[in-house]
């Protein structure tokens, strides 16, 4: 059974930062697509930051590039998102999903979700 579990979200404020982490079970990290999507209230979801399996590639959302970096742990089967420079706009759920499709836009596996708050 292939599950993914993401952690690491809470409250934080405006230009500070968080990691989140995506953990899976049944199947190896290092040889999927992984995306990170998020959420935010009222608004549809959208694709944070993709990171392909064939030549380590990435791909970045515009607004969260330079701010924003997704990576994977070989050891620990588990990618990850560190994010920089919080805004208010990060405000959103976010999921990290797996077999992410052509421009980083869907996928066919996907966890939970994490809750970020960034407010004063």
């Known amino acids: 059974q292939l599950q993914l579990v993401e952690s690491g979200g809470g409250l934080v404020q405006p230009g500070g930062s968080l990691r989140l982490s995506c953990a899976a079970s049944?199947?190896?990290?290092?040889?999927?697509?992984i995306g990170w999507f998020r959420q935010a209230p009222g608004k549809e979801r959208e694709g944070v930051a993709c990171?392909?399996?064939?030549?380590?590639?990435?791909y970045y959302k515009d607004s969260v590039k330079g701010r924003f970096t997704v990576s994977r742990d070989n050891d620990k089967n588990a990618v990850y998102l560190q994010m920089n420079t919080l805004t208010p706009e990060d405000t959103a759920d976010y999921y990290c999903?797996?077999?992410?499709?052509?421009?980083?836009?869907?996928?066919?596996?996907w966890g939970q979700g994490t809750r970020v708050t960034v407010s004063s």
């Open positions: 999903a797996a077999d992410v499709r052509t421009g980083c836009a869907e996928a066919d596996y």
């Open positions: 049944g199947f190896n990290l290092n040889y999927r697509t």
């Open positions: 990171i392909w399996s064939l030549d380590g590639s990435t």
